[in-house]
Structures are given as structure tokens and as C-alpha cells.
């Protein structure tokens, strides 16, 4: 008796201080953002492209990498988002349960595990054998690739807890298997659908090693998926390696921005959720 509660109590102590861990972790990162980024802050860092001399200290700001960031995370999630769907509902309307389905979780799950590094290399290897150069379009296919297993897992396993009655239903009602598909499993799993595609868009926007190959780097706004793009990842990492401190200090004003556009997409991806799950039956 004496050891089963000394073990409920151990337990319960470990549970309590990983869970500590984790908030004091993501707790501890904001603040250092807050305080370092604040103070380096301005209406010219989010309203203006970088000048000349911006990364010697002189004026201007990060707008073309948040432009960039922002259309090459739609660009991303959008692309895999279209090559995501078709692969989930054939792995749980069309072959459930079979060798080849369970071959493409596998194949998904390593895809998972790949480095993002791997992925910017292999979107360079492909793009010299294009001939193609850095482009805001390069970036949009080698990120996509990058985020495309996060979507299909996360929409994957949504779907598998759908009740199998439902499609059957549908099914014996004279229902053929893509009308299924998406009148009845894609509207019940639409609040897990949204939150894969926003969880993409956070990794696609985040993301500085597959981008570092293929999309470039440019003080320009891009005007056609052609040209390269600069991302506020990449803008951090060149800001931080400057020997000069006001550029330095931009680098953490830069990493909140970014910050704030992954906290605006969680939130917006909560709201989704709440909104759509009167579709979903309980």
C-alpha cells in the first residue's frame, strides 16, 4: 500500500513539474522577446522595406520579409493543402486497412522526421535540373513538400475517429464514395481539417533551412512568384549575425513580429474550430 501511494505521489510530482517546464519554457522565450523586441520596435520596422544601409544601422524596416513570409506561407499551406486531400480520403474512404494505405502513413511519418535542410536541398537539386532560379515559386514547392506530411498525419488521424456508422449510412443510402467523402467525413472533420492547414501555415511561416536554397533573399517586395522573396526567418538569422547592436536588437523587434503572427493564426484557428464543430457529430 505504502509503495503505490509513494508511486501515485512520484508520478503526480513528475507530471507537475514537466508541465512547469513547458510553460516556464514558452514563458521564459516570450519575455525575452517582449524585452528585447519592444524597445527596437518602430512604425518603420513593419511599414517600410529595408533601405540601402539597414543592415548597418540605418533606417528602414522588415516589410518585404513579412510580405514574403506571408505569401509564401498561403503559397505552402495551399499547395499541400491540394495534394494533402486527395491522399487522406483515399487512405480512409477508398483503401482503409490496406497494405498500401498503411505504406503511405509509414512513407508520411518519415517525411515527417526528413530535416527541413534535406527538403532545401532537394528543392535546389531540383531546381538546377529545371534551371530555375531562387524564386518566391521554388519556396512555395520546397515548403509545401516540408509542411504536406504535418497536414496529411494531423487530417489522418482526425478522420480515423470519425465513426465508420456514418460513412456506412452514407453508403447504404446510395451514396457514392467521394459524395461521402466530402458531404459527410470532410464536414465532420472540418474543425481538424482547419487546424492542420493553420498548423501548416505556422511551420511554413517559421521555417528558415528550406527556404534558405530556394526562395533567396531580396529588400524587395516581390510582385511575381518569380522573383525571391526575403522571410522574417531569414531575416532574423542575417540580423543576428551583424557585428553592429542596433541591427542586433532589430533581429528580436523581427522575431516578434513573428511571434505575433503565429499567436494571431493560433487564435484564429481556436475560433475556427469552436465555429465549425456545430457541424460535428458527438
Known sequence: MFWRKFEERLFNLLIRIAT???IGSLFVIILTILIKGIPAMSWDMISKPPSGGFYLGKEGGVLNAIVGSIYLGI???LFAFLLTVPVVVYMNVYAPGTKFTRFIRISLDILYGIPSI???AFGFIIMIYFGMKVSLLAGIVTV????LPIMARTMDEVIRTIPKELSDASLSLGATKWETAMKVIVRQAMPGILTALLLGFGRAIGDAASVIFTTGFTDNIPTSIFQPAATL?????FQLGSPIQEVVNRAYASALILTIIILIVSISSRMLTRRFKKNVIS
Open 118 to 120: 534535406v527538403y532545401g
Open 75 to 77: 503559397g505552402a499551406s
Open 20 to 22: 512547469l517546464i513547458i
Open 144 to 147: 509545401g513538400l516540408l509542411v
Open 233 to 237: 526567418p531569414l531575416a532574423i538569422f
